[in-house]
């Protein structure tokens, strides 16, 4: 069993993908994503916008109006797709996290990132980057966690991993395996799983073929 535990609706989506591949997924969202209020900047200010989640299109509002004039430099095909659909030109997308794309296009760009409440500051941009948040990731106080046993919890953010490791005390972790995004997100498990590895780049192609390594290899213990 692998437990999906990113926002709905990629959860949903994420766990269709591996039910596609022949393996056992239910999706357990620790958080739910939300709007909240901001205030476009004036767009003259910027080269382009910067977006590494679809939850940026999908919670901005009508706000995102005043900006499509300004080309997206997207993470990952879905935030690409989210953009295009909602009309914004893409410029560059990339599937190797934030700094892989940062690095790969104009490091005088003024950019604009349109982003989450909590998020993880880039390391290697040297862009002029103003963050601006629009949503949020509110954690579910009781989520269903009943299939964690003996599972593999996939884990996309450090903060998804954090709120994890409150809800499932270190007595109880030992059956389970986590398979994790990055070194940060895997760092932020604790200890006393059953194991914790990091995929092998920050995508979640990447993720998908490590929680399937790893439920393959516990079905075979």
């Known amino acids: 069993m ?12 994420t766990a269709r993908r591996l039910g596609d591949l022949g393996l056992e997924a239910i999706a357990a969202p620790l958080f739910t ?3 909240v209020a901001w205030e476009p900047p004036d767009p003259a200010r910027f080269d382009g916008l910067l977006l590494t989640s679809a939850n940026a ?4 509002g009508d706000q ?18 989210a953009a295009r ?16 794309l940062l690095g790969s296009i104009d490091q005088k760009l003024r950019l604009l990132h349109l982003c989450g409440k909590d998020r993880r500051e880039p390391l290697q941009g040297r862009q002029r980057i103003t963050a601006t ?3 949020q990731a509110k954690a579910i106080e009781k989520p269903d966690l009943n299939s964690a046993k003996a599972s593999v919890a996939m884990i996309h953010s450090p ?5 994890l490791a409150e809800l499932i005390p270190p007595p109880a972790r030992c059956s389970i395996a986590i ?4 070194d940060a997100a895997a760092q932020a498990a604790g200890e006393g799983w059953k194991t914790v590895e990091a995929a092998a780049q920050p995508t979640e192609e990447a993720l998908l073929a490590l929680a399937a390594r790893l439920c393959q290899k516990s079905a075979a213990t």
């Open 33 to 35: 994503v939300e709007p």
């Open 64 to 81: 995102l109006g005043k900006l499509r004039g300004l080309p997206v430099h997207a993470v990952g095909e879905a935030t690409a797709a």
């Open 2 to 13: 692998i437990l999906v535990l990113r926002p709905e609706p990629e959860a949903g989506e």
């Open 133 to 135: 948040p629009v949503y």
């Open 85 to 100: 659909d909602a009309g914004f030109a893409i410029a560059t997308s990339g599937n190797a996290g934030v700094d892989r």
């Open 179 to 182: 398979a994790a995004i990055s």
């Open 159 to 163: 903060r998804a991993a954090a709120r």
């Open 57 to 60: 299109v999908r919670h901005g």
